[in-house]
């Protein structure tokens, strides 16, 4: 119960397209970011068990999944889990959330009221262009993880 109420008011109730709930849960990512594909990088090797899958969100199964502009793509990772959609800071714990220990603890952050962990999210989502630059081409794990991409 008690988790349930904090990751709540961060939820999105949505209908996502039947073809995505295989893939459960799902990080739509920028794949033009160099800081979020040094993330996902990061995701890959944590992940032992590859619960997490991955789609740029310049990729088809994004454009599959955005049928409304509800979320402000260009400025959030998005998470979907069990018929659910996440953003921002309540996406980024709910993905470390998935990994092994100790960077689960990391879920810890949730406690901190969402308007403040959002707004330290937005500072860096609106600048992480510029600080940690961009990347010409798509980050999409090669073949050793293959099986978690979908485009």
Same mark, same amino acid.
């Given at each position: 119960?008690?988790?349930?109420?904090?990751? =709540?008011?961060?939820?999105? @109730?949505?209908?996502?397209?039947?073809? %995505?709930?295989? &893939?459960?849960?799902?990080?739509?990512?920028? $794949?033009?970011?160099?800081?979020?594909?040094?993330?996902?990088?990061?995701?890959?090797?944590? @992940?032992?068990?590859?619960?997490?899958? +991955?789609?740029?969100?310049?990729?088809? =199964?994004?454009?599959?999944?955005?049928?409304?502009?509800?979320? @402000?793509?260009?400025?959030?990772?998005? %998470?979907?889990?069990? $018929?659910?959609?996440?953003?921002?800071?309540? /996406?980024?714990?709910?993905? #470390?959330?998935?990994?092994? +220990?100790?960077?689960?603890?990391? &879920?810890?952050?949730?406690?901190?009221?969402?308007? #403040?962990?959002?707004?330290?999210?937005?500072?860096?989502?609106?600048?992480?262009?510029?600080?940690? $630059?961009?990347?010409?081409?798509? +980050?999409? $794990?090669?073949?050793? &993880? /293959?099986?978690?991409?979908?485009?």
């Amino acid at each position: 119960m008690f988790k349930k109420f904090f990751i =709540t008011s961060s939820k999105r @109730d949505r209908i996502i397209p039947i073809s %995505l709930t295989q &893939y459960n849960p799902l990080v739509f990512y920028d $794949g033009d970011c160099l800081l979020c594909s040094n993330s996902i990088q990061f995701l890959l090797k944590k @992940d032992k068990r590859k619960k997490l899958h +991955y789609a740029p969100q310049q990729g088809e =199964t994004f454009k599959q999944f955005a049928i409304d502009k509800t979320i @402000d793509a260009e400025s959030s990772v998005i %998470l979907l889990k069990d $018929g659910a959609v996440y953003t921002k800071s309540a /996406a980024a714990l709910a993905i #470390v959330r998935e990994l092994p +220990y100790p960077w689960k603890l990391l &879920y810890a952050f949730i406690v901190i009221p969402e308007f #403040v962990r959002n707004a330290f999210y937005d500072l860096i989502a609106r600048n992480r262009k510029k600080w940690f $630059g961009e990347t010409d081409s798509c +980050y999409l $794990g090669g073949k050793a &993880y /293959a099986d978690q991409f979908l485009d």
